[in-house]
């Protein structure tokens, strides 16, 4: 059976990317290009003495966005990846605790709003660094009469909405239909104009796209398709990198490192993915991790048509629990960079995401929303299935040496009633 017909009768796949080339050859000729993430990494510095004095919870982290590496042993035994006495090797990285939002939505949406507080600053012949010694008062007036408008499954709204409001933007987020009631209330509650949908995630961007106008203040944050979104995410690339080294976790050749990330339409693993490449080369392996209900970036890539495609032109309706993952079709942005450098894509049916959610919360105590438990599928394949030993072997990977980090992507906002819906006893 061919793997479209896979993707189109909902079964699980393990695919590995045939088109993937050495990583370092592609990355020096691609733009975006290091240069980039590093000018993204110097924004978010400049701005984190202002987020710290906007956000005292961001002092943990000196203002910066990032999430803790947590080793998740019992989890790792209790699911067979792990045997008793072995040393763990098996982390989340838990972007679903990110201080303001509680998602890896944060590390872009933040990002993109930063950048837009910049140019109005150089509009004004002002620098960041003066913002630090103003009041909140003096920051809204020079940002006052501007707005943001962004469409969304829910997180990105939520970072969006937080951010820009926190700098006194007025917000405006269109949201598909999937996006779950809680997120659209605390949206509201900060004084978010919310626009719903009865269609899906497509038509909320585009609703989006076509209501913003810069010259009038208006700024449109395109998750589809924003360089800026992707170079925020791809910062978590040198926080991971440091959090390994803190840890004595040396990454080469022999001792590869294995990343899975849940994906919807693609920015936020596709930058992490892009920050990874850059770091360590071919001695990263990132594989994305998507609902079987809705596999955008897998067909996009699979068929080589990327956005040009949508699931729902093989009769999938991306009906998921998993509401961040629940898109059609993925960035033509981001699947053109990933394209030549992702090793591979995976689904996950939706009672086995709900299953690793409360394996999570049994073992380990931690909460994380469905579209975050996607991931942990990523460690099963390839430690405990046919497929995952046919690509170690073929890369000649010994899986006693490799170090997993699963991306939990969102969950410690979910109100803790929405949480034990989907949890199993």
């Known amino acids: 059976m061919d793997i479209v017909t896979e993707i189109h009768n909902r079964n699980k796949v393990f695919w590995v990317n045939p088109y993937r080339i050495n990583s370092k050859k592609v990355l020096l000729k691609m733009k975006p290009g290091l240069s980039d993430i590093q000018e993204a990494e110097a924004r978010l510095y400049r701005f984190a003495p202002l987020l710290v004095k906007l956000f005292p919870e961001l002092n943990k982290f000196n203002g910066l966005i990032d999430s803790s590496l947590v080793a998740i042993p019992s989890m790792a035994r209790d699911c067979g990846w792990l045997e008793t006495g072995e040393q763990n090797n098996i982390f989340i990285k838990g972007d679903h605790e990110l201080a303001i939002s509680g998602s890896v939505k944060a590390r872009g949406g933040f990002y993109a709003v930063y950048v837009i507080v910049e140019k109005i600053l150089n509009e004004h012949g002002l620098d960041i660094s003066v913002l630090v010694d103003k009041s909140m008062a003096d920051i809204k007036s020079i940002i006052a009469g501007r707005s943001l408008v962004v469409g969304s499954t829910g997180n990105l709204g939520l970072s969006i909405g937080l951010m820009g409001r926190a700098f006194g933007f007025s917000v405006t987020v269109h949201m598909s239909a999937d996006a779950k009631e809680w997120k659209k209330e605390k949206l509201r509650n900060i004084g978010v104009n919310v626009i719903e949908y009865e269609s899906d995630y497509s038509e909320a961007c585009r609703g ?110 991306m009906e998921t629990c998993a509401d961040g993952l629940a898109v059609g079709r993925p960035s033509k942005l981001v699947a053109e960079i990933m394209a030549p450098i992702l090793d591979g894509c995976f689904t996950i049916k939706d009672d086995e995401m709900l299953v690793y959610l409360s394996k999570l919360y049994d073992t380990e105590s931690i909460k994380i929303e469905p579209s975050a438990a996607a991931g942990f599928s990523g460690p099963e394949f390839i430690i405990n299935s046919k497929e995952g030993n046919d690509f170690l072997v073929k890369n000649n990977i010994d899986k006693n040496n490799i170090t997993h980090v699963v991306w939990t992507t969102g969950g410690s906002m979910e109100p803790e009633e929405e949480f034990f819906k989907n949890y199993i006893k």
């Open 208 to 317: 989006a796209r076509l209501s913003a106008d810069e010259a009038k203040g208006v700024y449109f944050i395109d998750d589809e398709n924003s360089l800026d979104l992707f170079l925020g995410y791809s910062t978590a690339a040198v926080m991971l990198f440091r959090q390994l080294n803190l840890e004595n976790i040396t990454i080469e050749k022999n001792h590869p490192l294995f990343v899975y990330i849940p994906c919807g339409v693609g920015g936020a693993p596709g930058g992490i993915t892009f920050g990874l490449k850059h770091i360590y080369g071919d001695n990263v392996y990132c594989f994305f991790a998507e609902p079987v209900e809705a596999p955008a970036m897998l067909f996009g890539l699979v068929t080589g048509q990327n956005n040009s495609v949508s699931v729902k032109d093989i009769g999938i309706n």
